[in-house]
């Protein structure tokens, strides 16, 4: 996976949410956002794979506590298709986090880490970020 958009001091707080849009190439294999503390503290992984690790058309998400990894959850529904445009939303609260996807899919991935504001974001892989918004 190649590396894209790193973003650090986004001050994402309780409440509020991040809105990403981009393209998914063509041919892709999987795309990977991470919002956290830090590269070390993630508290949604969020990975899209369309072939990869035995996974296909699968969403993965996990959260890494002190460079730690936590268990996978895995989402059935994969509203995404190669060459696309697509927008993901995402809303941080102190218990979960609920992730928005296109088609009107969504589901919640545990706060598994108590996170208050989220600092650090970043992408990889098979997308190219068009865009970023805090709400």
Known sequence: MSCGLVCTNIGLKAGKRVGVKGEISAGAKSFVLNLGKDPSSIVLHFNARFDVHGDVRTIVCN???KG????????????FQEGSQVEIFITHDMSNLTIDLPNHHQFKFPNRLGLKTIDYM???GDF???S???E
């Open 63 to 65: 959260s890494k506590d």
């Open 68 to 79: 730690e990894w936590g268990a996978e959850q895995r989402e059935s529904a994969f509203p």
């Open 122 to 124: 970043n992408a990889e």
């Open 128 to 130: 190219t970020i068009k």
């Open 132 to 134: 970023v918004h805090l």
